[in-house]
């Protein structure tokens, strides 16, 4: 259960944005948003100082794909930069958290400021993940249409389960949050924070400066470096499903309630979660555990947030 007055770094993932993954326009989003807000207004109601991250694939995926599908159409337009399709989501995506959250706490009688920032997230140029990119990005192409654009912009293209040829980038683990001084005034001002959108702009320094790369940084492990960083006491992931199962999809299926370190490590190696899917949550998850003692993680869902916080339901990682 959270204790009183915490500092918790809530991931929010792709349901809390967008309930109905074939309904993605604008409006949906912000009405979505709004019943987001109710169990983050719980926790911002409780007295506890809240800093909030969200993923972002749909929405810069439909960045991506309206520049592409206008530079198709006109040869004078060019292609946004991804960089910037992550930064013009991480802007949206806050606004209408902002507005959501704000109308909330009014409801209730609450006074307390909220801002999103555009938030970079420094990368290692030498990870693994950039000589392997993985994330498919935008529209998909034909094999003709491809081979030009590796051709001329270099793009890595994959066939994509028969529906045509799409854009992937690499997705590399975070290693600093640019804007994190920025977050912990705000924070400690006590002001509601909305960060690392989408798990960050990726950015690598050379020669002392910041340079945007093309790539997409998984937004729980982009959550758990900034909940680091800010010395959080939880780091909660609200996911689609209310508890971390192993043996998932079998007759063997068992929810998790509470599991230690040691136990989620064994989970981890017996191969129990799935990769781009429950892995990187528990590992995230893990990994803030395991950062110092004291600190603990809940995964479940956004519906049953509330009693998760409580401690009625989800997973728990716990450390010493």
């Not at 320094?205 to 940084?217: D, F, S, T």
């Not at 981890?268 to 990994?287: D, T």
Request: aromatic share 4%; glycine share 10%; charged share 20%.
């Amino acid at each position: 259960m959270v204790n009183h007055k915490s500092r918790i770094v809530i991931a929010l993932g792709g349901n809390a944005l967008q309930a109905d993954p074939k309904d993605t326009t604008a409006e949906t989003q912000l009405m979505t948003s709004k019943e987001t807000a109710k169990p983050l207004v719980d926790l911002i109601e409780g007295g506890h100082e809240l800093i909030i991250a969200h993923g972002n694939g749909p929405q810069v995926g439909q960045i991506v794909a309206a520049y592409e599908t206008a530079a198709h159409s006109n040869s004078k337009l060019s292609v946004m930069p991804f960089p910037e399709c992550g930064a013009m989501s991480q802007g949206y995506i806050g606004y209408h958290l902002q507005q959501a959250i704000r109308e909330e706490m009014k409801n209730r009688g609450l006074q307390r400021e909220i801002a999103t920032i555009v938030t970079q997230v420094v990368v290692d140029e030498a990870d693994a993940a950039f000589v392997n990119p993985t994330k498919p990005v935008g529209s998909f192409f034909t094999e003709e249409e491809a081979q030009k654009m590796i051709a001329e912009k270099g793009y890595t293209m994959v066939e994509d389960s028969g529906r045509g040829w799409r854009r992937v980038v690499p997705s590399p683990i975070p290693v600093d949050v640019v804007e994190a001084p920025v977050v912990k005034t705000l924070v400690e001002a006590g002001h509601i924070v909305i960060t690392v959108g989408g798990g960050g702009i990726p950015v690598v320094e050379k020669q002392g400066k910041l340079v945007g790369v093309p790539a997409v940084i998984d937004k729980d492990f982009a959550s758990e470096k900034i909940a680091e960083i800010l010395n959080a006491d939880y780091l909660i992931i609200l996911t689609a499903v209310e508890k971390v199962a192993i043996n998932f999809n079998t007759p063997q299926q068992k929810s998790l309630e509470k599991i230690t370190i040691e136990e989620a490590e064994q989970y981890i190696e017996e191969g129990h979660f799935a990769p781009g899917s429950m892995l990187p949550k528990v590992m995230a998850a893990l990994k803030f555990v395991k950062s110092k003692p004291g600190r603990r993680a809940l995964i479940t869902s956004l519906q049953k947030a509330r009693e998760g916080i409580e401690g009625r339901t989800g997973t728990t990682i716990i450390g010493l």
